[in-house]
């Protein structure tokens, strides 16, 4: 096994059990070890600190385990999924007649970095990030589908956009297990087509449960302005709080059409939902501003890394400016921010900037994050970086 040396004092942040070793602490490797490989991590005084997935990049290694004795097997798996699974089913989010839709791993928060499955009813969704978990696929798919015996029959591999291009890996997605192309999973007892096969992420924005079931609460008589709506999962749950008027906005067709057929499953002919591919701004700017007294604003990141944190706030800024300009007197505003690169100080910074400029007097009434199946390490606090408002516009 090829070793890897730091730098005088750079294993300060392992010694924290922080999850990642930054290409600039490493001193010397011994050997050229292959992208995927698991390497030992050495102090500068030669003293073994972690073990984990090399990579070239930034992020050298991300760390498997702290202890020198454990090894990376089929066993290591199965133990990883069984705790992960474990925590779920304490928190309340699995075998429960109205729900069959969470997040089993979330890479460094259930201390498996690189790695995300997701669970649609009977169909487990597995994606890597890194080429360690992209190597160790069907390793990992065979212990999940021992912890989880029985519950699931098919398992889908799905990362052909999420890997490095420059480890040259050629992932295909495809089914790792089973096959059923049946989509269909169930969220707080609404039911939706989960894109696995071609749509964002694993197919579903899993990370907005909570927030969704909070904007029911809230949609009673109100009209409703979704924007980004991808599949119509927060105009889903509007629409049965009692919202008297739901749009969706998206500039994808393909997301308007998921949209509408969500709509059918759980609200068939329910003429209160109107659906529309168009551009966000373009529609904020050209609508009646007195339509709305809900709009919900959750775009796609603005920022991937820290390069475009600028440009990014400059756009949470604007619309988040125009949606206060536009909203109704009493309304409620759901903002969010999916950015790992923008900080929750920078976030509101802009919403707050644009409250300003648009002349409305604001109210913070919540402040969101992501659910507890998305558990953020507490020696990886990288891992917060879903940031939200709800606010009250006079």
Same mark, same amino acid.
């Given at each position: 096994? $090829?070793?890897?040396?730091?730098?005088?004092?750079?294993?300060?942040?392992?010694?924290?059990?922080?999850?990642?070793?930054?290409?600039?602490?490493?001193? $010397?490797?011994?050997?050229?070890?292959?992208?995927?490989?698991?390497?030992?991590?050495?102090?500068?005084?030669?003293?073994?600190?972690?073990?984990?997935?090399?990579?070239?990049?930034?992020?050298?290694? =991300?760390?498997?385990?702290?202890?020198?004795?454990?090894?990376?097997?089929?066993?290591?798996?199965?133990?990883?999924?069984?705790?992960?699974?474990?925590?779920?089913?304490?928190?309340?989010?699995?075998?429960?007649?109205?729900?069959?839709? +969470?997040?089993?791993?979330?890479?460094e928060g259930d201390n498996l970095p690189g790695l995300v499955i997701?669970?649609?009813?009977?169909?487990? !969704?597995?994606?890597?990030?890194?080429?360690?978990?992209?190597?160790?696929?069907?390793?990992?798919?065979?212990?999940?589908?021992?912890?989880?015996?029985?519950?699931?029959?098919?398992?889908?591999?799905?990362?052909?956009?999420?890997?490095?291009?420059?480890?040259?890996?050629?992932?295909?997605?495809? %089914?790792?297990?089973?096959?059923?192309?049946?989509?269909?999973?169930?969220?707080?007892?609404?039911?939706?087509?989960?894109?696995?096969?071609?749509?964002?992420?694993?197919?579903? %924005? !899993?990370?907005?449960?909570?927030?969704?079931?909070?904007?029911?609460?809230?949609?009673?008589?109100?009209?409703? /302005?979704?924007?980004?709506? +991808?599949?119509?999962?927060?105009?889903? +749950?509007?629409?049965?709080?009692?919202?008297?008027?739901?749009?969706?906005?998206?500039?994808?067709?393909?997301?308007?059409?998921?949209?509408?057929?969500?709509?059918?499953?759980?609200?068939?002919?329910?003429?209160?939902?109107?659906?529309?591919?168009?551009?966000?701004?373009?529609?904020?700017? =050209?609508?009646?501003?007195?339509? +709305?007294?809900?709009?919900?604003?959750?775009? @796609?990141?603005?920022?991937?890394?820290?390069?475009?944190?600028?440009?990014?706030?400059?756009?949470?800024?604007?619309?988040?400016?125009?949606?206060?300009?536009?909203?109704?007197?009493?309304?409620?505003?759901?903002?969010?921010?999916?950015?790992?690169?923008?900080?929750?100080?920078?976030?509101?910074?802009? !919403? %707050?900037?644009?409250?300003?400029?648009?002349g409305r007097n604001v109210r913070i009434l919540h402040q969101l994050?992501? @659910?507890?199946?998305?558990?953020?390490?507490?020696? $990886?606090?990288?891992?917060?970086?879903?940031?939200? /408002?709800?606010?009250? !516009?006079?």
């Amino acid at each position: 096994m $090829h070793k890897v040396h730091l730098k005088p004092g750079k294993e300060e942040s392992l010694k924290r059990f922080h999850p990642w070793v930054f290409s600039g602490a490493i001193a $010397h490797i011994d050997g050229e070890p292959e992208e995927g490989e698991i390497v030992e991590v050495y102090t500068s005084k030669k003293e073994f600190i972690a073990k984990g997935h090399f990579q070239i990049g930034s992020i050298a290694v =991300r760390v498997l385990t702290f202890a020198p004795d454990e090894t990376i097997d089929s066993d290591f798996w199965k133990r990883k999924l069984s705790i992960a699974y474990d925590m779920r089913h304490s928190i309340g989010l699995t075998e429960r007649p109205d729900n069959n839709t +969470y997040r089993l791993v979330h890479g460094e928060g259930d201390n498996l970095p690189g790695l995300v499955i997701d669970i649609y009813a009977r169909t487990a !969704v597995m994606q890597a990030h890194s080429a360690g978990m992209h190597l160790e696929r069907m390793a990992i798919a065979d212990a999940l589908a021992e912890v989880l015996n029985g519950r699931i029959d098919n398992i889908y591999y799905k990362s052909e956009n999420t890997l490095p291009y420059k480890a040259d890996l050629f992932p295909e997605n495809g %089914f790792l297990k089973g096959g059923n192309a049946d989509n269909i999973a169930m969220e707080y007892g609404l039911k939706f087509h989960i894109d696995w096969l071609k749509g964002q992420k694993t197919g579903f %924005f !899993v990370d907005q449960r909570e927030n969704r079931a909070l904007l029911e609460r809230y949609a009673q008589g109100r009209r409703v /302005l979704n924007m980004f709506c +991808y599949t119509g999962g927060f105009s889903v +749950y509007a629409m049965r709080g009692g919202a008297t008027l739901v749009h969706s906005v998206d500039s994808s067709g393909k997301a308007i059409d998921l949209t509408n057929q969500n709509m059918e499953l759980n609200f068939p002919a329910d003429t209160r939902h109107q659906a529309f591919a168009e551009d966000a701004f373009k529609y904020l700017e =050209r609508m009646d501003d007195t339509m +709305y007294d809900l709009i919900v604003l959750d775009p @796609p990141a603005f920022a991937k890394h820290r390069d475009a944190l600028r440009n990014a706030l400059l756009g949470y800024r604007k619309l988040n400016q125009k949606a206060f300009e536009k909203i109704r007197p009493g309304g409620i505003l759901f903002t969010f921010s999916c950015s790992q690169a923008v900080s929750k100080e920078n976030f509101r910074t802009a !919403v %707050f900037t644009a409250a300003a400029l648009s002349g409305r007097n604001v109210r913070i009434l919540h402040q969101l994050t992501q @659910p507890a199946d998305h558990p953020v390490n507490i020696y $990886h606090p990288e891992g917060e970086y879903l940031k939200g /408002l709800i606010l009250y !516009v006079e």
